[in-house]
């Protein structure tokens, strides 16, 4: 039986998905967790930064080949490209055209990039699994903190909307503080005025803790391409944990809620945010989100993407080109 099993798995795609890379959450939402799911169906390695990959078909997850490592590329692979939070502003994806003319698929996590990506590849969508939820739902802790969490790198809209609001409770900030000997004060990373601000250092495992105490999430998201264009993957994870979020209303993210039948509360509406309506209706669509946007469905739509393209030509392929762009027209 073992034999055959394995027989049967060699006549599986190969796959490969990379470049591995360790604690950048990209690539643990997307390889990482996703490669069991997608091992049912295929043969899949993952790839190191700077390794050749070889398969029918390689997943490539925010950082993109270099150019010699571009030319090693099997000729007959077909690229699917997932630039998770790459590209810092249009000119950027045109610098990268040959590249991205290069790609079977590219699969954005934000529907407002579609239209940059469109001219050069065809475009599939795709949320990230719910990933930071816990396991049993759990009571809100209604006199508790709000919680933000994110990258230091995200955390300058945030400091600006606060400093010039007037917070009701505290506000735990949830972080990664690369060196966890030395004290980081909310002073230091921007904050000033009266509110009561909490630092804490970021782990899964304290992530998940954190929402215990908190009464409600918060986010700010700011005006440049990065911020404007990001995934909704942390209100997706907020709602489904059943906490209460508020973000400011022109959030790709709130726009992305909107269209799944769900609308995220203004941090400047206390009375509707902290409200029971709010409350519940958050927990309902939360549970809805976490089957919705379970791993294994996420996988599912991956799955979906790539036997599409294991039907169809190299992009670079004349003839599989003009049809591309039959279609786009």
């Known amino acids: 039986m073992n034999m055959i099993a394995s027989v049967d798995r060699l006549q599986l795609p190969q796959i490969a998905i990379g470049p591995i890379m360790p604690t950048w959450g990209s690539w643990e939402w997307l390889g990482e967790e996703l490669i069991p799911e997608l091992s049912q169906w295929y043969r899949v390695t993952p790839f190191g930064r700077g390794e050749t990959p070889e398969g029918r078909i390689i997943i490539i997850i925010k950082h993109r080949p270099i150019h010699t490592e571009m030319s090693r590329l099997p000729k007959t692979?077909?690229?699917v490209f997932c630039p998770v939070d790459l590209y810092g502003s249009v000119a950027e994806i045109?610098?990268?055209a040959a590249f991205l003319r290069r790609c079977s698929r590219i699969v954005v996590h934000c529907r407002r990039l579609r239209r940059y990506f469109s001219p050069?590849?065809?475009?599939?969508?795709m949320d990230h699994h719910v990933r930071f939820v816990p396991e049993h739902e759990t009571p809100l802790s209604r006199d508790g903190y709000l919680l933000w969490v994110g990258s230091r790198s995200n955390l300058s809209p945030l400091v600006e909307w606060v400093n010039c609001h007037r917070l009701t409770r505290k506000l735990v900030v949830l972080t990664n503080l690369e060196d966890r000997s030395k004290a980081v004060t909310a002073?230091?990373?921007?904050f000033v005025g009266t509110n009561e601000i909490e630092i804490d250092a970021w782990s899964q495992q304290r992530h998940l803790e954190r929402l215990r105490g908190a009464a409600a999430a918060l986010d700010i998201k700011g005006a440049?391409?990065?911020q404007r264009h990001k995934p909704p993957?942390?209100?997706i994870d907020f709602i489904a944990a059943g906490i209460p979020l508020a973000m400011n209303q022109d959030a790709s993210s709130v726009e992305h809620l909107a269209e799944l039948g769900f609308t995220i509360a203004s941090p400047?509406?206390?009375l509707y945010w902290f409200s029971d309506e709010y409350v519940d209706e958050t927990r309902r669509f939360g549970n809805a989100l976490r089957?919705?946007?379970s791993r294994s469905r996420i996988a599912c739509r991956l799955r979906r993407i790539i036997d599409t393209v294991l039907t169809e030509r190299l992009p670079h392929d004349s003839e599989s080109s003009n049809s591309r762009l039959l279609v786009r027209s």
């Open 120 to 125: 050069y590849s065809l475009v599939e969508e």
């Open 77 to 79: 692979a077909q690229l």
């Open 94 to 96: 045109d610098a990268d």
């Open 233 to 235: 993957a942390k209100a």
């Open 224 to 226: 440049d391409f990065r």
């Open 268 to 270: 400047e509406d206390l």
């Open 291 to 293: 089957e919705m946007l």
């Open 187 to 190: 002073a230091s990373l921007g």
